[in-house]
């Protein structure tokens, strides 16, 4: 079977600083791959990449099996990437229907709204999902009221509304609390029971083995090493990390 | 827990949802409720302070007929300034439509063809200012003092520093349906700055243009992270604020049936003062279309009224400049106490 998302010898320049080299990386129907490396490893780089933010330098990009040319971040989204990205990417200042629907506002052929039915489906998220109670929250609250807990939820909420095949989780555990974070971990638990797949970036490398099938190590833009959850132990995982970032390898 | 309780509980907190409803509409819209506040208020300082002039209607079919001018530039300005841009260039714009009007005029003697050639004229010289700021990287405030000296310039060489007459085009269609007198007492002008208003405003608060222009005022980053395309956005809105200084420019020489040259040097101030009082976030993100219709009013209400108070002329100036910095500092201090 093809795989859900494939690079093939990614490269990717800004200029004379080399951010990834021949990255080969892809992940499987129903898997979640963590996506473990230093700072400045490049990780943000390849989710970046793959969501059609950054163009890569060289290289092929394929979505099941299909080669994607010319990828933007529009056209990543309709091909079923959705991103919960580090800085959150919402807009403060505006209403959370607003913020839910950023970029996909719900529309007709000539770009005309549908704003009662952003509204509604808002609420219904609110409610469901969210867990959103409180009636000082609804959709046309703006979100700069919100904790930082809840604003991570809004970014979540709105990668699942629109039924994306491939959800990647950039350092969402970031400035959440202990609370948040297993809720969150619980949240990538459920991806991969809905029958989704899912990257995962985290510093924390006990959040990602503990919810990853498979982690793929970046270190100085190139992979360094890839191993099945299930083959290795917590302990050797780390292991190999300290070994990577001294010498850029495992072996 | 016993149902007596609950149930006057439950009676309390409807009402308590009901207030808080209320509250949240009124907090929601609270810079819509301030200036329609603040318009009421002018107006009855106005009424009060000079009966003789406000209570007549001849004050109100003079507002009609010249406010229109400013506040159908203030209207795109508003989303340029919502999108976090500034365009001062406006005023060299109006001038320069025109330009392309009588030139055209002298060529083909058709004032449709003249009519067309300015709104192009204009759409083009604001996609220019929308291609300096997104591709160049110039700052719109800078980049918008270019170019307004830049047209401004170009209005003078290419004229001679002269005006031109349009006595000749008085009494064709075009001129009645621009600034013509709709049943005696209505100025065409303000059936246009009403349909504006009411374009502006479907496009700002429902269709996707919009929903990206107060996105992109808010965080750019965000709006390009969720791929929205921030440049084409950008461009578009200057390019519409271009358009509708070149309409603008055609209104206001057709209502004195005269071009001057210096076309449009006196509308700097009062149409971004009109924006700025109308709420609209000098920060961006922030900012609607009625307030800035509104706000048009009370700025032409201002200069009308210090005379008709008995104050001198020169009060203008000074009043405008305050409204500008009073309403600009508003946002920089709600949005202080936000952080």
């Known amino acids: ?251 | 827990m016993d149902i007596e309780k609950v149930k006057p509980e439950a009676e309390a907190a409807a009402a308590d949802s009901m207030k808080i409803r209320i509250t949240r509409r009124l907090r929601a819209n609270a810079t819509q409720v301030g200036i329609i506040a603040v318009f009421l208020l002018v107006w009855l300082f106005f009424i009060v302070a000079a009966p003789d002039t406000f209570l007549k209607p001849q004050i109100y079919n003079a507002f009609m007929s010249t406010i229109p001018f400013f506040a159908i530039m203030a209207l795109p300005l508003t989303m340029a300034v919502i999108a976090g841009e500034m365009d001062l260039s406006f005023t060299s714009i109006m001038a320069l439509g025109m330009v392309a009007f009588i030139k055209v005029f002298e060529a083909t003697n058709s004032v449709g063809l003249a009519f067309l050639s300015s709104l192009l004229t204009g759409t083009l010289a604001g996609l220019l200012n929308g291609a300096i700021v997104v591709w160049i990287g110039i700052p719109s405030l800078v980049a918008t003092i270019g170019t307004q000296f830049f047209w401004r310039g170009a209005v003078l060489v290419i004229l001679n520093g002269k005006g031109g007459t349009l006595v000749p085009i008085k009494e064709t269609l075009l001129r009645k349906i621009m600034v013509g007198q709709v049943a005696e007492y209505l100025p065409s002008q303000m059936l246009w700055l009403i349909a504006i208003a009411i374009g502006t405003w479907i496009l700002l608060n429902r269709h996707k243009f919009g929903a990206h222009i107060y996105l992109i005022g808010d965080n750019e980053n965000s709006a390009r992270l969720m791929g929205i395309n921030a440049k084409r956005t950008r461009i578009l809105v200057f390019a519409l604020v271009g358009l509708a200084s070149a309409f603008a420019g055609m209104m206001s020489s057709m209502q004195v049936s005269y071009f001057w040259p210096s076309l449009g040097e006196g509308y700097l101030l009062r149409t971004l003062a009109s924006v700025f009082l109308g709420g609209t976030s000098v920060f961006g993100g922030v900012g609607t279309i009625l307030g800035t219709f509104l706000g048009s009013f009370i700025i032409g209400a201002i200069e009308a009224g210090i005379v008709a108070i008995g104050l001198t002329g020169f009060y203008t100036q000074l009043i405008y400049g305050f409204i500008i910095i009073v309403s600009v500092s508003m946002h920089a201090v709600m949005r202080k106490r936000m952080h």
């Open chain 1, 1 to 251: 079977m093809e795989h859900r998302l494939e690079l093939k010898n990614i490269s990717k320049s800004f200029g004379e600083v080399q951010s990834l080299k021949n990255i080969n990386f892809h992940l499987g129907r129903n898997e979640v791959v963590g996506l473990l490396g230093d700072n400045g490893a490049g990780k943000s780089t390849l989710i970046k990449v793959i969501t059609g933010y950054h163009q890569a330098s060289e290289g092929e990009i394929f979505f099941g099996g299909q080669l994607a040319t010319d990828l933007t971040v529009a056209k990543a989204r309709k091909l079923g990437v959705e991103t919960v990205y580090q800085e959150r990417a919402l807009a403060e200042l505006q209403t959370l229907w607003r913020n839910i629907f950023l970029g996909r506002e719900i529309s007709n052929r000539f770009g005309f709204l549908d704003v009662n039915k952003m509204k509604e489906e808002t609420n219904r998220l609110m409610l469901e999902s969210m867990g959103f109670t409180s009636m000082a929250v609804n959709p046309d609250s703006a979100i700069q009221t919100f904790s930082g807990g809840e604003k991570q939820g809004v970014a979540i909420v709105r990668a699942l509304y629109f039924d994306a095949e491939i959800i990647i989780l950039d350092e969402p555990t970031m400035g959440l609390s202990l609370k948040e974070t297993r809720k969150l971990l619980n949240f990538v638990r459920e991806i991969k029971a809905a029958g989704k797949s899912a990257v995962f970036i985290d510093h924390n490398i006990f959040h990602v083995y503990s919810v990853a099938d498979r982690v793929v190590v970046l270190d100085r833009g190139q992979v360094a090493g890839e191993f099945r959850t299930e083959d290795i132990t917590l302990d050797d995982l780390m292991d190999k990390m300290y070994q990577i970032a001294e010498t850029g390898s495992f072996t």
